[in-house]
């Protein structure tokens, strides 16, 4: 099972335990297969799953039985509502059924999203290979499970296994099909103000290049979802990201089109502004693999795949002789995605960093060449407002789907081995970065010199507090005392910085300068001010007091 999964990952990362042990000796000595070891199971999970997100290729994770397994189900609950590949090989109770201390981990996969296949003595190299085309045909999470009296049995030769059988791209290749694509040509050829909306399923697709060309043949802006960040080639004509992480003057063009065409984006009440992004009457066409749209502002749906589809577009505009409306020449989207840069000293009224000159500062600071893994909480607008990000395989948010905190520093070993040749910069709160502690060390050991870790440090679990706190629930619960991050980054080998003003960030500058093998590991404590409200967190807020 080692050898045929080695065939088709490239990396696995795990805790070693009773129930996995003969797996990762054949791991080890018999692939050229690389292990990172975590210090939480979770952590495996998460560590797989950003891998994918980084690098587009599947990895797996492993894990002994029973607790070891129980560990991974919110990491495992994640990588199901993102629709994120991945294996996870676990420890299962033996043949002959349950011992005193196993649990039904078929039911607590399926309960979270998860199918599980269980492997015998002879079967193992073909039940792995069919666990693998299942993850990668329907992009979910896929359980392993080696039943303990399984596990160090002789399997004899290894069987050659066939390869996945993965489907082609959805095309749009029936009647209404090609009737919906013309008509869609045809609402573009007469718009004014038309507009491109890309998502994570567009890029996923490689939709880059022929939505570049669409929105070109079109005058289109553009503007993509926070996991399509970058996705068009020309970022000149592009708003930012939609939705509450999107720029005010931007959200006021977006609301000026009249024709929108959506692709590969799902269109969550976030991206939407809560039904509020277009204005009413705005023709919106949505183009997904989904079976239908997925926002009742829908007025029209195409299923089929983003670049196969935006290339008919392109090709039937080309027919019909269109000519760019010249909407994107009337207006300047480079001022209107400017966000607010927070006080000039940097500091919010309780003498505090104010979180948006850090974030605004730091943009200029940080390494060009970077990955972006976050946390989730309410700090998670900064770096999604104020860092740019070459290609939306550079900003992994290991939680969102789930809203879950606590998952960002077990990130950080899955970018890493994922792009080896960049910068990775973790964004955390103080209570994910507290819940997740078990796997500072593995970031610090796996990301060394090119890992940084940024840690708004608020004292405070923020959207509690800005959701709670101002209906007057007790504030004591939402409250955490003020930890040093850096003095817990020391102790496990990194450099730790408190900053608590900009000056201190300036150590990030002559870091960068530094040679990689040289210098540690840099995490910077920003004690910020709990005050500081994201736009994002605002736009939530208002939506709730209707």
């Known amino acids: 099972m ?16 009773n129930g996995n042990a003969w797996f990762l000796d054949a791991l080890e000595n018999d692939t050229s297969c690389r292990f990172t ?19 587009g290729r599947i990895a797996a994770a492993t894990v002994t039985y029973g607790a070891g397994f129980t560990n991974t189900l919110t990491a495992l609950a994640e990588a199901a509502q993102a629709r994120v590949p991945l294996v ?43 666990a693998i085309e299942h993850s990668l045909t329907y992009r979910v999470p896929v359980v392993l499970a080696v039943p303990y009296d399984v596990a160090a049995r002789e399997a004899g030769p290894v069987p050659e296994a066939p390869q996945p059988v993965l489907p082609q791209p959805a095309a749009p290749d029936g009647p209404f099909d090609r009737a919906a694509i013309s008509h869609l040509a045809k609402a573009l050829v007469d718009a004014e103000r038309p507009l491109l909306l890309a998502g994570r399923g567009a890029w996923l697709a490689q939709a880059g290049e022929p939505l570049g060309e669409l929105a070109d043949a079109t005058g289109a ?89 935006a290339r008919a577009l392109v090709d039937e505009l080309a027919a019909l002789g269109a000519t760019p409306s010249g909407w994107r020449e009337s207006v300047d989207a480079a001022p209107a995605r400017q966000y607010e840069t927070g006080p000039a000293d940097g500091l919010a009224e309780d003498g505090r960093l104010d979180p948006r000159s850090v974030a605004h500062r730091l943009a200029h600071l940080l390494p060009q060449d970077r990955v972006v893994v976050s946390d989730g909480g309410h700090f998670i607008g ?17 939680g969102t789907a789930y809203q879950s905190i606590g998952l960002g520093l077990a990130s950080v070993p899955g970018a890493a081995a994922a792009r080896p040749g960049s910068a990775v910069v973790l964004t955390t709160g103080d209570g994910g970065g507290l819940m997740a502690l078990a796997d500072l060390e593995t970031a610090v050991r796996t990301a060394g010199g090119r890992g940084i870790a940024v840690v708004w440090n608020d004292t405070v679990y923020g959207a509690e507090v800005h959701v709670y706190g101002r209906q007057g629930l007790a504030e004591g619960p939402m409250r955490i005392p003020e930890t040093d991050f850096a003095a817990l980054a020391s102790a496990v080998g990194a450099e730790g910085i408190v900053v608590r003003s900009l000056a201190d960030l300036d150590r990030l500058a002559t870091w960068r300068e530094e040679p990689e093998d040289e210098r540690r590991f840099l995490l910077l404590d920003c004690r910020v001010s709990p005050t500081v409200v994201a736009p994002y967190q605002e736009e939530i807020l208002r939506v709730n007091r209707r």
């Open 221 to 309: 802006l553009t503007m993509t979802t926070a996991l399509g960040r970058s996705i068009f080639p020309d970022a000149r004509h592009d708003l930012g990201v939609a939705g509450g992480f999107g720029a005010d003057g931007a959200m006021k063009l977006a609301h000026e089109a009249d024709v929108v065409v959506v692709f590969g984006a799902s269109l969550n009440q976030f991206t939407m502004r809560f039904g509020e992004l277009f204005a009413p009457g705005t023709r919106v066409v949505q183009v997904d693999t989904a079976e239908a749209a997925t926002h009742r502002h829908v007025g029209g749906f195409i299923r089929g795949d983003a670049a196969l589809v």
């Open 382 to 398: 900064w770096a999604n407002m104020y860092w740019p990000v070459a290609s939306p395989d550079r900003m992994i948010m290991v």
């Open 37 to 55: 070891a975590v210090r939480h199971e979770a952590g495996a999970v998460v560590a797989a799953d950003a891998h994918y997100r980084a690098s």
């Open 88 to 130: 996870l090989l676990a420890g299962d109770e033996p043949t002959s059924g349950p011992r005193p201390w196993d649990v039904d981990q078929i039911a607590l996969a399926a309960a979270v999203g998860a199918r599980t296949y269980t492997v015998g003595r002879t079967d193992a190299a073909a039940t792995t290979v069919i």
């Open 2 to 17: 080692a050898r045929t999964l080695a065939q088709h990952v490239d990396h696995v990362f795990g805790v070693m335990g």
